[in-house]
């Protein structure tokens, strides 16, 4: 592809992501797969500059609005060129030139604007602390709060490509035999300096490089989303339960830790997303697991099976404010219908309903990929007030090894402290005999 059509492909693809209401990374996978006909290097200088147009989405739109220009993708992909990239307007007008595959011609105005962006830099001094952060007005006080003097550090962090992490099958495979692949490869792979299971490729590379993919023999799984798994601490032979299992990341993690032996449950009330789970348990060639549907938190599945599990963990549904470096749309789209009181209550259901299947002496891992206390250690602190048979198992005991945690007792993991997603668990233990059920 020239490079004018690599942009006018940027700003298809830009305003696809800005009409639908999926997640970006969703839109993205259903546009490659329609794209086959493109190469690696024009996919990956494609989807770099979506992702810089998301990253920087609230500063470039002030620019826009500072010039009385709409703020739309073709706009914006123009202010980024300009303030992002460094181009001149001449450079930008030669792109922009209305040939075949190329984005229309400037109009006057546009040309306007590139005249007064040129020079300029992407932060101004006049932007509120919103916009120069990008970070949505609903979020900026809990996490200001929340890092005090690291707030602005974390904020940069969360601006920053994150790398490609892997996780080793080990049923299939070992990290040593996937180091050597890759670097066979070409490719600059490292194990991770906390998982165990993990490695890390700096960059973003094409996933059909990745042989191992299509195998089962690695998955793709940030560092932190690992250690949540590790927690669990689930043993062969033992009666397991990934309560919100999603598309089953975690669930893969677990099974793989059990070599196949006992039983996990990996449930979620949705179902497509279970499906995928099950297809992902059997291209890993985990055989000790099954997918469960369930109606809502309070599933009658759960009444039936109270106090039957060794391990429980509870990935719960959160405002994501962890994966914002990885997900850079997520930041702009609020979570949930009630906002965040609403989305913590929803937590506080969905923990209190899966804490019943926890046998005596059981371990419950609760987790989350936000930064944001009131999802994490106030929603821990709520479930202990409410239900006293468990007591918190402190990270030293639970995994001695993470001895970089911020948080003393629990996992809490930032991007700046650690460069991995944002996440936070909980291990707890029921230390009394399940409470009395009533009627759900």
């Known amino acids: 592809m020239t490079p004018a059509a690599r942009l006018q492909a940027t700003l298809d693809l830009s305003s696809a992501v800005e009409n639908d209401a999926r997640p970006a990374d969703a839109v993205?996978?259903?546009?490659?797969?329609?794209?086959?006909?493109?190469?690696?290097?024009?996919?990956?200088?494609?989807?770099?500059?979506?992702?810089?147009?998301?990253?920087?989405?609230?500063?470039?739109?002030?620019?826009?609005?500072?010039?009385?220009?709409?703020?739309?993708?073709?706009?914006?992909?123009?202010?980024?060129?300009?303030?992002?990239?460094?181009?001149?307007?001449?450079?930008?007008?030669?792109?922009?030139?209305?040939?075949?595959?190329?984005?229309?011609?400037?109009?006057?105005?546009?040309?306007?604007?590139?005249?007064?962006?040129?020079?300029?830099?992407?932060?101004?001094?006049?932007?509120?602390?919103?916009?120069r952060l990008e970070c949505p007005p609903w979020a900026i006080e809990p996490l200001r709060r929340r890092f005090g003097a690291a707030f602005e550090a974390e904020m940069a962090a969360l601006l920053t490509p994150p790398p490609l992490d892997l996780r080793v099958n080990p049923i299939q495979t070992t990290r040593e035999a996937v180091l050597a692949e890759l670097k066979g490869l070409g490719l600059p792979a490292e194990p991770t300096k906390l998982s165990p299971d993990g490695v890390r490729l700096p960059e973003r590379v094409a996933l059909a490089r990745l042989p191992g993919l299509k195998t089962g023999a690695i998955e793709i799984q940030d560092e932190g989303s690992q250690l949540v798994a590790s927690l669990v601490d689930a043993r062969p032979g033992e009666r397991v339960v990934d309560f919100c299992a999603g598309a089953g990341g975690k669930t893969l993690a677990i099974a793989a830790r059990m070599r196949n032996k006992g039983h996990v449950v990996a449930c979620d009330v949705n179902e497509a997303r279970l499906k995928r789970c099950a297809e992902r348990l059997r291209a890993a060639g985990l055989h000790n697991a099954e997918t469960r549907l369930l109606a809502g938190e309070t599933d009658r599945w759960v009444k039936r099976h109270k106090g039957g599990f060794d391990r429980v963990l509870v990935d719960a549904p959160c405002s994501g404010t962890g994966t914002w470096r990885r997900n850079p749309d997520a930041r702009w789209r609020a979570p949930e219908d009630e906002g965040l009181a609403g989305l913590v209550a929803l937590q506080g259901r969905i923990l209190a309903s899966a804490a019943r299947l926890v046998r005596p002496g059981g371990r419950l891992v609760y987790a989350t990929c936000s930064l944001l206390p009131e999802e994490n250690e106030q929603q821990v602190a709520a479930f202990l007030a409410a239900h006293p048979a468990f007591a918190v198992v402190p990270l030293r005991e639970a995994a001695p090894q993470l001895t970089t945690s911020a948080h003393p007792d629990h996992l809490s993991l930032t991007p700046a402290r650690h460069d991995t997603d944002g996440f936070f668990a909980a291990v707890l233990r029921r230390e009394g005999p399940p409470e009395p059920v009533a009627e759900d």
């Open 28 to 131: 993205t996978a259903a546009w490659v797969r329609t794209r086959r006909h493109l190469d690696d290097r024009d996919k990956g200088a494609i989807l770099e500059r979506l992702h810089a147009l998301l990253r920087h989405r609230a500063r470039l739109g002030w620019w826009l609005v500072r010039h009385g220009q709409e703020d739309d993708p073709r706009k914006r992909l123009l202010a980024w060129l300009t303030l992002g990239e460094g181009r001149t307007p001449v450079e930008v007008a030669r792109l922009f030139a209305g040939a075949k595959g190329a984005p229309a011609a400037l109009t006057d105005g546009e040309g306007a604007l590139l005249a007064a962006l040129k020079g300029c830099t992407i932060v101004h001094p006049a932007m509120p602390d919103a916009m």
